[in-house]
């Protein structure tokens, strides 16, 4: 009894501390990245370090970054999608955000973010308006 | 009139944040709030809680509380952290300021605060900690609509 209640009580610990997941896919130049979950400034640090991991190793990326499966997102995430945008830019990539989902719409409305960076319904939709304008 | 209170403390660490979240919101769920309701609370608490962790206790973990008090429709929410304060209030709640863009900070957390509660206000004392007092009524609460009858 003792020992499945304490087993039990670790487990939901391990899901508080990780809840948000992070899908990458390459197709040549673009980087379509999809997260999941929530993103707060626990979150932020490991989806930082991966993308930028992966926008040195492959400078020039387009990133994508889809936001659908997002349940929960504050200012840190606004920090990181805005940093990302800023070393994207820095090594001549593009950036596009697609699918804001409803739990999220008013933060990225105050933030203005829609002011600086591109935003599409759908990958397909980013796909091809980027490419387009890379030509 | 329903009313109930909680008090939580809890360490300066990031991994408290969604903890903090949603012991508030699951608290805050008795007033039948709706989901875009709950998703305001849970943001104002993410705030003001990494508030305190990032700016309150940069450098060494401190203790984080939080008091909520429900009554009808209306929620009260103070935290509270005894790290090292603000210099100037006026500047900290200016939309954009940050005093880390080194850490990636935009300085939206006070203005996103501001917008998603009723009332707002920030106490603080340089050295002594900061409190950030939040009230919001839930208007679309089957106990608001109750207690109109
Ligand atoms: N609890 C606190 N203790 C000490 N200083 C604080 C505290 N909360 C806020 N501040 C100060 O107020 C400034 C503005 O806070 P605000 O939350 O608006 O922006 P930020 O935290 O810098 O960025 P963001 O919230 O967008 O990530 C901070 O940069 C910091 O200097
Ligand atoms: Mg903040």
Known sequence: MGTAKSVTRRNEWQVMSVNLELTTKREHQFLIAALTGELDHHSAEAVRGKLDLELEIHPGTHLILDLSGLTFMDSSGLGVILGRYRKIKSLGGEMAIVNIPHAIEKVVQISGLHKIMHFYRSKSEALREMKGGLH | ?149
């Open chain 2, 1 to 149: 009139m329903f009313e109930n209170e909680m008090n939580l403390s809890f360490l300066s660490l990031s991994e408290n944040e969604s903890f903090a979240r949603v012991a508030v919101a699951s608290f805050v769920a008795q007033l039948d709030p709706t989901l875009e309701e709950i998703n305001e609370v849970k943001t104002v608490v993410s705030e003001a809680v990494t508030n305190s962790i990032i700016h309150g206790y940069p450098e060494k973990n401190g203790y984080i509380y939080l008091n909520c008090k429900i009554s009808g429709d209306r929620m009260e929410l103070i935290i509270t952290d005894h790290g090292i304060g603000i210099k100037d209030l006026e500047q900290a709640q200016q939309p954009l300021y940050t005093s880390r863009p080194d850490l990636e900070r935009s300085g939206m957390g006070f203005t996103i605060m501001e917008s998603f509660v009723d009332q707002f206000h920030v106490t603080s004392e340089e050295g002594n900690g900061t409190t950030i007092h939040m009230v919001k009524y839930f208007k679309t609460s089957k106990r608001a609509i109750y207690s109109e009858v």
